[in-house]
Protein backbone atom coordinates (compact mmCIF):
# COMPACT_ATOMS: atom_id res chain seq x y z
CA UNK A 1 0.00 0.00 0.00
CA UNK A 2 1.27 3.59 -0.93
CA UNK A 3 1.79 6.04 1.58
CA UNK A 4 -1.36 7.22 3.19
CA UNK A 5 -1.21 10.79 2.60
CA UNK A 6 -3.63 13.51 1.58
CA UNK A 7 -3.15 12.90 -2.25
CA UNK A 8 -3.84 9.05 -1.48
CA UNK A 9 -6.65 9.43 0.32
CA UNK A 10 -8.48 12.00 -2.04
CA UNK A 11 -7.84 9.60 -5.06
CA UNK A 12 -9.04 6.69 -2.98
CA UNK A 13 -12.49 8.27 -1.81
CA UNK A 14 -13.18 9.60 -5.30
CA UNK A 15 -12.28 5.63 -6.42
CA UNK A 16 -14.96 4.66 -3.46
CA UNK A 17 -17.30 7.17 -4.44
CA UNK A 18 -17.30 5.96 -8.24
CA UNK A 19 -18.04 2.49 -7.30
CA UNK A 20 -21.28 3.47 -4.98
CA UNK A 21 -22.93 5.17 -7.76
CA UNK A 22 -26.23 3.67 -8.91
CA UNK A 23 -25.78 1.51 -12.64
CA UNK A 24 -26.32 4.15 -15.24
CA UNK A 25 -25.77 1.91 -19.15
CA UNK A 26 -24.74 5.57 -19.94
CA UNK A 27 -21.99 5.70 -18.20
CA UNK A 28 -21.04 2.31 -16.72
CA UNK A 29 -17.77 2.48 -14.59
CA UNK A 30 -15.17 -0.18 -16.21
CA UNK A 31 -11.99 -1.40 -14.33
CA UNK A 32 -8.84 -2.25 -16.36
CA UNK A 33 -5.12 -3.65 -15.87
CA UNK A 34 -2.60 -5.60 -17.52
CA UNK A 35 -0.47 -8.33 -16.21
CA UNK A 36 2.28 -9.78 -17.39
CA UNK A 37 2.01 -13.94 -18.55
CA UNK A 38 5.31 -15.90 -18.46
CA UNK A 39 5.53 -18.76 -20.89
CA UNK A 40 6.79 -21.66 -19.24
CA UNK A 41 7.76 -25.18 -20.71
CA UNK A 42 8.45 -28.61 -19.46
CA UNK A 43 11.61 -29.84 -19.88
CA UNK A 44 9.74 -33.76 -18.57
CA UNK A 45 6.68 -34.63 -19.38
CA UNK A 46 4.31 -34.30 -16.33
CA UNK A 47 3.14 -37.97 -14.62
CA UNK A 48 -0.18 -39.16 -16.51
CA UNK A 49 -3.39 -37.99 -14.60
CA UNK A 50 -4.55 -41.20 -12.62
CA UNK A 51 -7.85 -40.79 -10.91
CA UNK A 52 -8.48 -39.07 -7.46
CA UNK A 53 -4.91 -37.71 -8.01
CA UNK A 54 -3.69 -34.27 -9.31
CA UNK A 55 -1.09 -33.71 -11.72
CA UNK A 56 2.06 -33.97 -11.32
CA UNK A 57 4.73 -31.55 -12.87
CA UNK A 58 8.62 -31.61 -12.86
CA UNK A 59 10.56 -29.09 -10.79
CA UNK A 60 12.97 -28.48 -14.53
CA UNK A 61 11.12 -26.41 -16.73
CA UNK A 62 12.03 -23.37 -19.50
CA UNK A 63 10.96 -20.30 -19.69
CA UNK A 64 9.90 -19.47 -23.66
CA UNK A 65 9.15 -15.21 -23.12
CA UNK A 66 6.75 -13.74 -21.42
CA UNK A 67 3.34 -11.80 -23.27
CA UNK A 68 0.70 -9.27 -21.56
CA UNK A 69 -2.67 -10.08 -21.02
CA UNK A 70 -4.94 -6.56 -20.86
CA UNK A 71 -8.57 -7.05 -19.47
CA UNK A 72 -11.12 -5.00 -18.04
CA UNK A 73 -14.52 -5.82 -15.78
CA UNK A 74 -17.49 -3.95 -15.46
CA UNK A 75 -18.14 -5.17 -11.96
CA UNK A 76 -21.86 -4.10 -11.77
CA UNK A 77 -23.04 -6.73 -14.71
CA UNK A 78 -19.76 -8.91 -15.15
CA UNK A 79 -19.05 -7.73 -18.66
CA UNK A 80 -15.45 -8.54 -20.00
CA UNK A 81 -13.13 -7.72 -22.29
CA UNK A 82 -9.72 -9.33 -22.43
CA UNK A 83 -6.83 -9.07 -25.68
CA UNK A 84 -3.45 -11.18 -25.44
CA UNK A 85 -0.60 -9.32 -26.85
CA UNK A 86 3.21 -10.36 -27.30
CA UNK A 87 4.05 -6.54 -25.10
CA UNK A 88 2.43 -3.90 -23.83
CA UNK A 89 3.21 -0.69 -25.20
CA UNK A 90 1.04 2.14 -26.22
CA UNK A 91 -0.10 0.22 -29.49
CA UNK A 92 -1.69 -2.47 -27.20
CA UNK A 93 -3.38 -0.01 -24.81
CA UNK A 94 -5.60 2.30 -28.09
CA UNK A 95 -6.27 -1.42 -29.56
CA UNK A 96 -7.61 -2.17 -26.57
CA UNK A 97 -9.56 1.14 -25.60
CA UNK A 98 -10.65 0.78 -29.33
CA UNK A 99 -12.25 -2.60 -28.29
CA UNK A 100 -13.83 -1.67 -25.25
CA UNK A 101 -15.37 1.88 -26.94
CA UNK A 102 -17.18 -1.01 -29.60
CA UNK A 103 -18.25 -2.75 -26.62
CA UNK A 104 -20.57 0.30 -25.26
CA UNK A 105 -21.69 1.81 -28.87
CA UNK A 106 -24.46 3.55 -26.62
CA UNK A 107 -22.43 4.46 -23.51
CA UNK A 108 -22.14 8.46 -23.37
CA UNK A 109 -18.79 8.35 -21.20
CA UNK A 110 -16.99 4.73 -20.06
CA UNK A 111 -15.46 5.69 -16.65
CA UNK A 112 -12.24 3.84 -16.69
CA UNK A 113 -10.63 3.11 -13.49
CA UNK A 114 -6.62 2.37 -14.28
CA UNK A 115 -3.45 2.63 -12.65
CA UNK A 116 -0.62 5.43 -13.54
CA UNK A 117 1.19 3.67 -16.02
CA UNK A 118 2.67 6.11 -18.62
CA UNK A 119 0.75 4.56 -21.73
CA UNK A 120 -2.87 4.74 -19.72
CA UNK A 121 -3.89 8.19 -21.03
CA UNK A 122 -5.24 9.45 -24.35
CA UNK A 123 -1.23 10.19 -25.87
CA UNK A 124 -1.48 6.61 -26.36
CA UNK A 125 -4.47 6.95 -28.81
CA UNK A 126 -2.78 10.00 -30.49
CA UNK A 127 0.84 8.24 -31.23
CA UNK A 128 -1.40 5.25 -33.37
CA UNK A 129 -4.39 6.90 -34.56
CA UNK A 130 -5.19 9.94 -36.82
CA UNK A 131 -5.89 13.00 -34.91
CA UNK A 132 -9.50 12.67 -35.50
CA UNK A 133 -10.11 9.26 -34.34
CA UNK A 134 -7.79 10.03 -31.94
CA UNK A 135 -10.02 12.51 -30.76
CA UNK A 136 -13.45 10.92 -30.57
CA UNK A 137 -12.18 7.72 -28.89
CA UNK A 138 -10.95 10.18 -26.21
CA UNK A 139 -14.43 11.80 -25.84
CA UNK A 140 -15.61 7.90 -25.12
CA UNK A 141 -13.67 7.95 -22.06
CA UNK A 142 -13.25 9.45 -18.32
CA UNK A 143 -10.21 8.32 -16.81
CA UNK A 144 -10.07 7.28 -13.11
CA UNK A 145 -6.47 6.26 -11.52
CA UNK A 146 -5.84 4.58 -8.90
CA UNK A 147 -3.39 6.06 -5.83
CA UNK A 148 0.27 4.57 -6.35
CA UNK A 149 0.84 1.19 -5.03
CA UNK A 150 -3.07 0.69 -4.13
CA UNK A 151 -3.76 -2.26 -7.10
CA UNK A 152 -6.21 -3.24 -4.82
CA UNK A 153 -8.46 -0.61 -5.50
CA UNK A 154 -8.90 -1.31 -9.14
CA UNK A 155 -11.51 -4.51 -8.74
CA UNK A 156 -9.68 -6.28 -12.19
CA UNK A 157 -6.95 -7.55 -9.51
CA UNK A 158 -10.03 -9.65 -8.28
CA UNK A 159 -10.37 -10.79 -11.98
CA UNK A 160 -7.38 -11.77 -12.41
CA UNK A 161 -6.73 -13.44 -9.37
CA UNK A 162 -9.97 -15.69 -11.03
CA UNK A 163 -8.11 -16.27 -14.04
CA UNK A 164 -4.88 -17.17 -11.93
CA UNK A 165 -6.40 -19.88 -10.22
CA UNK A 166 -8.18 -20.70 -13.56
CA UNK A 167 -5.85 -21.19 -15.91
CA UNK A 168 -2.58 -18.93 -15.51
CA UNK A 169 -1.24 -20.78 -12.42
CA UNK A 170 -0.27 -23.43 -15.06
CA UNK A 171 2.77 -24.07 -16.92
CA UNK A 172 1.91 -22.80 -20.70
CA UNK A 173 4.72 -22.83 -23.38
CA UNK A 174 3.38 -20.34 -25.75
CA UNK A 175 1.86 -17.03 -26.50
CA UNK A 176 -1.04 -18.97 -28.96
CA UNK A 177 -2.00 -21.64 -26.37
CA UNK A 178 -1.99 -19.04 -23.11
CA UNK A 179 -4.00 -17.08 -25.43
CA UNK A 180 -6.67 -19.86 -26.06
CA UNK A 181 -6.53 -20.86 -22.60
CA UNK A 182 -7.14 -17.93 -21.14
CA UNK A 183 -9.87 -16.05 -23.50
CA UNK A 184 -11.76 -19.22 -23.31
CA UNK A 185 -12.21 -18.79 -19.70
CA UNK A 186 -12.93 -14.98 -19.83
CA UNK A 187 -15.36 -15.50 -22.85
CA UNK A 188 -17.12 -17.83 -20.13
CA UNK A 189 -17.08 -15.57 -17.36
CA UNK A 190 -18.33 -12.91 -19.27
CA UNK A 191 -20.99 -15.26 -20.29
CA UNK A 192 -21.87 -16.14 -16.78
CA UNK A 193 -22.40 -12.64 -15.82
CA UNK A 194 -20.32 -13.21 -12.90
CA UNK A 195 -20.38 -9.94 -10.78
CA UNK A 196 -17.96 -8.07 -7.95
CA UNK A 197 -19.81 -7.18 -4.76
CA UNK A 198 -17.34 -4.05 -3.60
CA UNK A 199 -17.94 -4.10 0.14
CA UNK A 200 -15.39 -1.38 1.19
CA UNK A 201 -17.24 2.14 1.34
CA UNK A 202 -16.05 6.00 2.10
CA UNK A 203 -17.05 5.13 5.40
CA UNK A 204 -15.42 2.01 6.15
CA UNK A 205 -12.39 3.62 4.40
CA UNK A 206 -12.60 6.66 7.06
CA UNK A 207 -13.43 4.50 10.00
CA UNK A 208 -10.28 1.98 8.82
CA UNK A 209 -7.68 4.46 8.43
CA UNK A 210 -8.89 7.15 10.98
CA UNK A 211 -5.38 7.39 12.53
CA UNK A 212 -4.27 8.97 8.68
CA UNK A 213 -7.23 10.96 8.71
CA UNK A 214 -6.79 12.64 11.61
CA UNK A 215 -3.42 13.13 11.09
CA UNK A 216 -4.00 14.76 8.12
CA UNK A 217 -6.49 17.04 9.24
CA UNK A 218 -7.20 17.53 13.61
CA UNK A 219 -11.02 18.38 12.34
CA UNK A 220 -11.29 14.74 11.59
CA UNK A 221 -11.03 13.69 15.15
CA UNK A 222 -14.37 14.52 16.06
CA UNK A 223 -15.77 13.01 13.51
CA UNK A 224 -14.30 9.54 12.82
CA UNK A 225 -14.07 6.44 14.74
CA UNK A 226 -11.35 5.02 15.95
CA UNK A 227 -9.22 1.89 14.02
CA UNK A 228 -10.18 -1.28 16.06
Known sequence: MGTLDSRFIAQMEHLLWLYSLDYDCDYPVVCFDERPCFLIGETVDPLPMQTGQVRKEHYAYEKHGSCALLASIEPLTGRRLAQVHSRRTKREYALFCQALAQQYP???????????????????FYEHLPADEAFALAQRFEFHYTPKSASWLNMIEIE??????GCLHRRIPS????????LALVDERHEQRIKIHWQFSIQAARNKFSRHYEKMNDDNAASLCPNT
Open 106 to 124: EAVKIHLVQDNLNTHNASS
Open 160 to 165: FSALAR
Open 175 to 182: IEQLSQQV
